[in-house]
């Protein structure tokens, strides 16, 4: 931890907040990272903002962001300390502002703008247009800032072919239940990370809660039973795919926390992550 503060405070003194502000737009070009991967699905800012705050606890952040969604075109942040930590360094707020600032244009926030409290009480807009714009001497301490944009156009979905539906459906289930479940796992395997809701995935595959409730019955499963099948699958995926961590691999699959990646993934395979890692 003082390793990444003294490199951060290094390169602030040198090259300036805006050079630490812009290290964030870099997450564009990272080819394949799930956390990151995960985070640029999102359908909407609010999701997006969600995931924030999960990976946080998560990990255990010891510095975490505080947010709040006053409107749909506007958030502010507020950078903060748990656990009796030392606060946030206005090096670390600063590359964090940015990571914000990249993660809402890349999901579709468009004319977007950043505004931060300087020294003197003022407030200065430093970034506008796509552009960062800050005085030398802004005396910045980057603890809060707010974000706002035009309108919101989400990214396409990139194509991909389906994975066959993560559980068995019973041969007595029609034409119509069979593609509405199916349309549902596909929809919640794109972005496994979200915390899905009964009434965004119907409303998302263009039905009523009731209606999409009623094609799971039919199809004998609950919500909750999809859900965790979908998890399973990509947390199986991602062990068998990639080098991320267990924990990374527990939030980008959905899981709540640690504790309940490792008993609900023992629970449909009869083995821990690890163990499972370990014999694929």
């Not at 977007?112 to 301490?141: E, V, W």
């Not at 990214?155 to 994975?163: G, N, T, W, Y």
């Not at 066959?164 to 509405?180: E, K, M």
Request: charged residues 25%.
């Amino acid at each position: 931890m003082k390793y990444k503060r003294d490199l951060l405070d290094i390169l602030w003194r040198n090259a300036g907040p805006a050079a630490l502000l812009s290290i964030g737009q870099g997450i564009r070009d990272i080819e394949f990272d799930p956390m990151w991967r995960g985070a640029m699905r999102a359908a909407n800012p609010a999701v997006l903002l969600d995931k924030w705050r999960r990976v946080e606890v998560f990990g255990h952040s010891r510095n975490r962001v505080r947010v709040n969604m006053a409107s749909e075109t506007q958030v502010s942040f507020y950078r903060y300390s748990v656990d009796g930590q030392p606060p946030p360094t206005t090096p670390e707020n600063l590359l964090i502002c940015g990571v914000t600032i990249a993660l809402l244009e890349e999901i579709g926030c468009l004319g977007l703008h950043c505004d931060m409290p300087a020294g003197d009480g003022s407030n200065l807009r430093i970034y506008d247009k796509a552009r960062f714009q800050i005085p030398d001497q802004a005396g910045l301490t980057a603890a809060s800032w707010d974000i706002g944009w035009r309108e919101f156009t989400a990214r396409p979905r990139e194509e991909a072919e389906p994975d066959p539906l993560p559980v068995a459906l019973p041969d007595s289930c029609d034409a119509r239940t069979r593609a509405s479940i199916e349309a549902a796992s596909i929809l919640m395997a794109e972005d496994a990370a979200r915390q899905w809701k009964l009434g965004e995935l119907a409303r998302e595959c263009g039905m009523s809660a009731r209606s999409m409730q009623r094609r799971l019955e039919e199809g004998g499963l609950s919500f909750s039973k999809l859900v965790r099948s979908v998890r399973i699958r990509e947390a199986c995926r991602l062990l068998k795919d990639s080098d991320a961590s267990i924990t990374m691999i527990g939030f980008c699959s959905g899981f709540s926390d640690s504790a309940q990646f490792s008993r609900d993934f023992r629970s449909s395979t009869g083995m821990t992550p690890s163990d499972y890692r370990a014999v694929i």
